[in-house]
């Protein structure tokens, strides 16, 4: 007997070691390059020099050092795309990390990106997220009003993070104090409600009141203890490691456990609500997410009900 359970050991660990080596093998192919195709768009219709795009996961908005390919460098190829040539390349109106995916707003003009930045500085521009979560949030929907602030992580693989810089903490005999929060914290206030539950996993509905760096990322992880679906930079706080998912979660997605590296962030900008105007009624724009959020929705198998609330384009033409 002994014998053969080691046989069954050791083949169950040389399945493991051919799966790894074949993911490695897998994670060394350069991805393909977005292009303008990649960047669904559509002009908005009744305000001109305003364009909705839904931004696929993994494209930078802006470029910097090591960056390729970013939403802005497709820009000018964008806009002869929709205006032909000669017109002016298309201008950025707000942020949207990298990781996420979504609703983002292009303006063909200096005055129409101006109008969209001033509704948000005034707290006339707000956005809905959908998320799915590993666990469950307690309680299942809240206000998390919690500064961040970056710090340098401990350990061998120093690194940056957003950290949680409360303004109240428990003491050791149970009694609440409050904190001076330092003057590099950003205030951080998101608001987040649970859709539904299925396999281990959450469908949360999240509306930043702020727009501070990983806000949900960093709120969701360490205030809920809940982290996104395919984050790897939040699930673990001192080592930058692969998020290691539940046995049942892995199950439902039909991954093994190596398989797990490669999953992207499960971070959807779905709706942005815009009034231009006090005067005017609000714009309500909608993404739909992407393939592999949408694929992770039915191996999880949430119910038809929570398909039906995802949110559709505004029309099913593309650049």
Request: proline share 10%; with cysteine; aromatic share 4%.
């Amino acid at each position: 007997m002994a014998a053969a359970g080691g046989t069954r050991g050791a083949r169950r660990l040389a399945e493991r070691l051919r799966a790894e080596k074949i993911l490695s093998g897998r994670s060394q192919i350069t991805p393909r390059s977005p292009t303008v195709r990649d960047l669904r768009s559509w002009p908005l219709p009744g305000e001109a020099g305003l364009i909705l795009i839904n931004k696929p996961s993994g494209l930078p908005t802006h470029g910097g050092p090591g960056v390729e390919r970013s939403v802005v460098s497709l820009l000018p190829a964008l806009s002869r795309s929709l205006f032909g040539g000669g017109a002016e390349p298309l201008r950025i109106c707000h942020r949207l990390d990298k990781d996420s995916s979504g609703a983002l707003l292009l303006a063909q003009s200096a005055g129409s990106a101006d109008r969209v930045q001033r509704a948000l500085r005034e707290h006339r521009m707000s956005r809905v997220y959908w998320a799915l979560c590993v666990g469950a949030p307690t309680p299942p929907e809240g206000i998390l009003d919690i500064p961040l602030i970056e710090k340098e992580t401990p350990g061998p693989q120093k690194h940056f993070k957003m950290a949680l810089c409360p303004r109240f903490r428990v003491s050791s005999d149970g009694s609440v104090q409050r904190f001076r929060v330092s003057r590099s914290a950003h205030e951080a206030v998101t608001q987040y409600r649970t859709l539904e539950k299925s396999s281990g996993v959450s469908l949360l509905e999240l509306r930043p009141l702020t727009g501070v760096k990983h806000q949900l990322r960093s709120h969701m992880a360490l205030a809920l203890n809940c982290p996104i679906l395919g984050d790897h930079k939040y699930s673990h706080w001192g080592r930058l490691a692969p998020q290691k998912l539940p046995a049942p979660v892995l199950r439902s997605l039909g991954i093994p456990s190596p398989q797990s590296r490669s999953l992207l962030l499960h971070l959807h900008a779905a709706q942005i609500t815009l009034q231009l105007s006090p005067r005017t009624p609000p714009l309500v724009l909608r993404c739909a997410p992407p393939k592999h959020f949408l694929s992770a929705l039915r191996r999880l198998k949430f119910s038809p009900q929570s398909l039906q609330d995802i949110p559709l384009p505004p029309d099913e033409g593309s650049s």
